[in-house]
């Protein structure tokens, strides 16, 4: 199965300090990897910065 944390950091979504199951990620690349890796059920949440963009959606 994918090493997701290597991923995740590789492609630019370090983790949420205190979130261990929330990443932040770069771009817009970076958060199509974190997308995969929420539906996967590896983590909750990922949040694109510079943006109010999280998925999945928080409302």
């Known amino acids: ?4 944390p290597q991923r995740l950091t590789a492609a630019g ?3 949420l300090p205190g979130k261990p199951d929330e990443r932040r990620c770069t771009t817009r690349d970076s958060f199509a990897v974190c ?6 059920g590896h983590l ?3 949040h694109l910065v510079n943006s109010k963009e999280t998925y999945p959606a928080s409302h």
């Open 13 to 15: 979504c370090p983790p």
């Open 44 to 46: 909750k949440r990922c």
């Open 35 to 40: 997308k995969e890796a929420v539906e996967s």
């Open 1 to 4: 199965m994918a090493d997701w």
